[in-house]
């Protein structure tokens, strides 16, 4: 069945890989990013197909979203993927990440549910806050700590809100349903200050720098590949119902690896990875309110949709060294 496809951030990281994907399976895809951080040279293998059109834009704006809608002839679907995202922005500039992140959701869920599309939420399992008990599951409670010691939770508190406000609208008929990925890498991800740490650490080896770790770089993650990721937004809007037979309305599903990796054994990853290119690895500074561990069970996805994370840690950073060593 041919949809129609709003994708918002479809020019960042994750929305580009999804995009992609959507097309290949034959869906009309309108992409809406304001290129903060999304690029277009991440849709530069799909620009000229025939079935997308990208629309640069404000995600909170009402008239921006309806020219998705008017351009397409109608939406379906929505993946909302816009936000910013980057653990520097989250201190750094915690009222811009709360208003994007906040607001642009509302304003999307208001058009989804105007145009009675299915909406997929791309959430983050900083919804969870400073959740100790792992591993996390779907349904597992958020704590945030007071908000006076840190702004980290300025975009996993925003996320929680998100998803507050999509579960008040399955309520009243919207098909809505979330995904939390975990940690997501690939080739195409940021590596600067504001990006993720997998893409920075793979910067600091090309330009021959040494790996900053965190603390003491116990704590933990689950990392996972692009195309895992990739999948499981796929399969979250595209199933009609769970592959059990349940709704999959109001669900949310954990998109993860469940090998927990801490940090100073990814940089030492890393470094087995590249070689004889390998940097030193250096303990240094850090953010606070950074969380010690975070791992997800992701029962509810493998049940409901049929989704379980195959490309091992390993195997993700070896593909990924080798696609950049080889740009120029």
Same mark, same amino acid.
């Given at each position: 069945?041919?949809?129609?496809?709003?994708?918002?951030?479809? %020019?960042?990281?994750? $929305? @580009?890989?999804? *995009?992609?994907?959507?097309?290949? !399976?034959?869906?009309?895809? =309108?992409?809406?990013?304001?290129?903060?951080?999304?690029?277009?040279?991440?849709?530069?293998?799909?620009?000229?197909?025939?079935?997308?059109?990208?629309?640069?834009?404000?995600?909170?704006?009402?008239?921006?979203?309806?020219?998705?809608?008017?351009?397409?002839?109608?939406?379906?679907?929505?993946?909302?993927?816009?936000?910013?995202?980057?653990?520097?922005?989250?201190?750094?500039?915690?009222?811009?990440?709360?208003?994007?992140?906040?607001?642009?959701?509302?304003?999307?869920?208001?058009? %989804?549910?105007?145009? $009675? @599309?299915?909406? *997929?939420?791309?959430?983050?399992? !900083?919804?969870?806050?400073? =959740?100790?008990?792992?591993?996390?599951?779907?349904?597992?409670?958020?704590?945030?700590?007071?908000?006076?010691?840190?702004?980290?939770?300025?975009?996993?508190?925003?996320?929680?809100?998100?998803?507050?406000?999509?579960?008040?609208?399955?309520?009243?008929?919207?098909?809505?349903?979330?995904?939390?990925?975990?940690?997501?890498?690939?080739?195409?991800?940021?590596?600067?200050?504001?990006?993720?740490?997998?893409?920075?650490?793979?910067?600091?080896?090309?330009?021959?720098?040494?790996?900053?770790?965190?603390?003491? $770089? @116990?704590?933990?993650?689950?990392?996972?590949?692009?195309?895992?990721?990739?999948?499981?937004?796929?399969?979250?809007?595209?199933?009609?119902?769970?592959?059990?037979?349940?709704?999959?309305?109001?669900?949310?599903?954990?998109?993860?690896?469940?090998?927990?990796?801490?940090?100073?054994?990814?940089?030492?990853?890393?470094?087995?990875?590249?070689?004889?290119?390998?940097?030193?690895?250096?303990?240094?500074?850090?953010?606070?309110?950074?969380?010690?561990?975070?791992?997800?069970?992701?029962?509810?996805?493998?049940?409901?949709?049929?989704?379980?994370?195959?490309?091992?840690?390993?195997?993700?950073?070896?593909?990924?060294?080798?696609?950049?060593?080889?740009?120029?």
């Amino acid at each position: 069945m041919t949809r129609r496809v709003l994708v918002t951030g479809g %020019a960042g990281f994750i $929305g @580009a890989g999804l *995009v992609t994907r959507l097309l290949e !399976e034959g869906h009309e895809v =309108a992409v809406l990013d304001n290129f903060f951080r999304g690029k277009l040279e991440n849709l530069k293998e799909v620009a000229d197909h025939p079935s997308l059109t990208i629309v640069e834009g404000d995600v909170r704006e009402s008239e921006v979203l309806q020219s998705c809608h008017d351009a397409l002839g109608g939406v379906d679907l929505v993946h909302h993927l816009a936000a910013i995202n980057g653990t520097k922005w989250f201190h750094e500039a915690a009222m811009n990440v709360i208003d994007v992140n906040i607001n642009g959701t509302l304003a999307t869920l208001r058009k %989804a549910a105007e145009w $009675g @599309a299915r909406f *997929v939420l791309a959430s983050s399992p !900083e919804a969870y806050g400073d =959740a100790q008990r792992m591993p996390l599951k779907d349904t597992d409670d958020s704590f945030f700590p007071p908000a006076e010691r840190h702004q980290r939770f300025s975009y996993g508190a925003s996320k929680y809100l998100d998803e507050v406000a999509l579960q008040h609208l399955v309520g009243n008929g919207l098909d809505g349903r979330i995904v939390r990925p975990f940690n997501a890498y690939g080739v195409q991800m940021l590596g600067d200050a504001y990006g993720q740490v997998v893409g920075m650490m793979f910067n600091a080896v090309r330009n021959q720098q040494p790996i900053n770790v965190h603390g003491d $770089g @116990a704590q933990t993650r689950s990392f996972t590949h692009l195309d895992d990721i990739v999948e499981g937004f796929y399969l979250a809007g595209e199933l009609e119902h769970g592959i059990n037979g349940e709704s999959l309305s109001g669900s949310a599903f954990n998109l993860g690896s469940e090998e927990e990796v801490s940090m100073l054994d990814l940089a030492h990853c890393v470094n087995g990875v590249v070689g004889s290119q390998a940097v030193d690895i250096v303990l240094q500074g850090g953010y606070p309110g950074d969380s010690r561990r975070r791992l997800p069970s992701c029962e509810a996805a493998e049940q409901c949709l049929g989704w379980k994370c195959t490309v091992s840690l390993q195997d993700g950073l070896a593909g990924m060294w080798a696609t950049l060593k080889a740009q120029p």
